[in-house]
């Protein structure tokens, strides 16, 4: 069974800090993965995509990673803010089938 | 923008009764996606639709149907509903076109069942 797993299920850091947030996926055959931000009370909101050929893409002070050959992707948020506190969640796509990890809780704090 | 929009952001329902869930979206999208959320468990997918009138089932469709008479509209429906439906239920929409499309979600509708 395709499965995503992310970690750590929940985080607390202090502002101005870094975290970095991990996916591993089993889905096979690979299309590409997304992470998505979800503030409480929202919808999710993609943040980046990566497909098997990308190792690293930006977005601001986010920094996806993916390493295909180990089916391991991670999010690096750099300087951390306030505004950063939210659920990060992983989608591995499989041709049209998306498969969602369970997300990672963020908390920054003062 | 995108924008998708739910018809409630929370209902409180009791055991039994009929529930309408809403979603529309305004950017001329052919596929429409409902799911719930729950902790834990992630996103499932309830059921989506590639185009009006059509319907497939997802991961998780007992108990629940939906209806597509309109392109920028798509319901959900529970028929009777259970304590086991209370959960986060968000609707998508993206494009025509499949592995690379993001899919824009609305803002969520909680639904308690008592």
């Known amino acids: 069974k395709n499965q995503v797993e992310q970690s750590p299920q929940s985080l607390i850091i202090l502002e101005g800090k870094n975290c970095t947030l991990q996916?591993?996926?089993?889905?096979?055959?690979?299309?590409?993965l997304r992470w998505y931000k979800q503030d409480t009370g929202r919808g999710p909101v993609s943040l980046t995509i990566m497909t098997f050929s990308e190792n690293t893409k930006s977005n601001g002070r986010y920094t996806a990673t993916l390493d295909a050959d180990t089916k391991q992707s991670s999010l690096h948020i750099t300087a951390s803010q306030l505004s950063d506190s939210a659920s990060y969640i992983c989608v591995v796509s499989e041709g049209g089938k998306l498969t969602f990890g369970t997300g990672t809780r963020l908390q920054v704090t003062l | 923008d995108v924008k998708v929009t739910q018809s409630s952001r929370y209902l409180v329902k009791r055991t039994g009764e009929k529930v309408f869930l809403e979603c529309v979206q305004d950017?001329?999208?052919?596929?429409m996606f409902w799911y719930r959320q729950d902790p834990g468990l992630g996103l499932r997918l309830i059921y989506f639709s590639y185009d009006v009138k059509m319907k497939e089932k997802g991961d998780i469709p007992e108990g629940y149907s939906v209806s597509r008479e309109k392109k920028e509209r798509f319901s959900l429906i529970l028929e009777s509903t259970s304590t086991n439906q209370t959960s986060m239920y968000l609707c998508?929409?993206?494009?025509?076109?499949?592995?690379?499309?993001?899919?824009?979600f609305g803002p969520g509708t909680r639904l308690t069942v008592l």
């Open positions: 950017m001329d999208h052919e596929n």
């Open positions: 996916c591993n996926y089993t889905v096979s055959p690979f299309s590409n």
């Open positions: 998508a929409s993206t494009p025509k076109g499949r592995a690379r499309n993001e899919q824009f």
